[in-house]
């Protein structure tokens, strides 16, 4: 169990351009969430996805936001025309339906700046 | 929008002492959860408490929960430097897997 990982851990784009962020479950995780947290505040969340099909997605995602699960293993999270209020820690966690409490464990996040 | 809210804000003690923080929260809940988190880093999962559970311990933490008020308290006892982090309770509801997060308790231990 090597946990859930994120990349890239940081990045930093400018205005206006596409990035894209890969979260790896911890393996035979079916369910994988993606949230948003920003400076001073907890989580918010964006969309969960059970093995590759996404059941919920929050009104914070726009239509700029696009998250795939292609086979049901890792995830990406897509923001096209990045704005600076798109900057925060993108945070993706991972939990499995055989854990009657289906806690959630999160990876390191992927820190986005735009400048 | 955030369903729980931690308080207080902030929170400095001494090495040794016990630090508690309450979480209040809006909506009848499935569970509880706290985690920690260490400057810029990700989330660590600390308890879960059921709703049909009042208290729950784990090593140096005591987890609360009063349905009836919609409040939880987590209390650190005998903290350690490596404590300082910020805490956030989150709430789970039943038939709905996301969490919602509250903005969190930041608790500094001075050695």
């Known amino acids: 169990d090597t946990g859930v990982s994120q990349n890239p851990r940081h990045k930093i784009t400018k205005r206006g351009q596409n990035v894209t962020f890969r979260c790896d479950p911890i393996?035979?995780?079916?369910?994988l969430y993606w949230y948003r947290q920003t400076l001073g505040q907890g989580p918010e969340f964006l969309t969960y996805?059970?093995?590759?099909?996404?059941?919920?997605k929050s009104r914070l995602l726009s239509d700029r936001f696009s998250a795939e699960r292609p086979k049901g293993s890792f995830s990406t999270l897509e923001i096209q025309r990045t704005e600076q209020g798109d900057s925060a820690m993108y945070l993706c966690?991972?939990?499995?339906?055989?854990?009657?409490?289906?806690?959630?464990?999160f990876g390191p996040g992927t820190r986005l700046t735009v400048l | 929008s955030q369903q729980g809210e931690e308080d207080p804000q902030a929170l400095s003690i001494q090495e040794g002492e016990n630090a508690t923080m309450n979480c209040s929260y809006k909506?009848?809940?499935?569970?509880l959860q706290w985690y920690r988190q260490n400057s810029g880093r990700g989330l660590v999962h600390l308890i879960l408490?059921?709703?049909?559970?009042r208290e729950k311990h784990s090593g140096r933490l005591r987890v609360t929960l009063d349905t009836s008020k919609k409040s939880s308290s987590l209390l650190i006892t005998a903290s350690r430097a490596a404590d300082t982090a910020s805490y956030f309770c989150?709430?789970?509801?039943?038939?709905?897997?996301?969490?919602?997060f509250g903005a969190g308790t930041t608790v500094t231990v001075r050695a």
């Open positions: 989150a709430t789970g509801l039943t038939n709905d897997y996301k969490l919602s």
């Open positions: 996805f059970q093995n590759e099909a996404q059941l919920e």
């Open positions: 393996s035979e995780h079916n369910r």
């Open positions: 966690a991972s939990s499995s339906y055989q854990d009657r409490t289906d806690t959630q464990y």
């Open positions: 909506t009848s809940i499935n569970n």
């Open positions: 408490i059921r709703s049909n559970e």
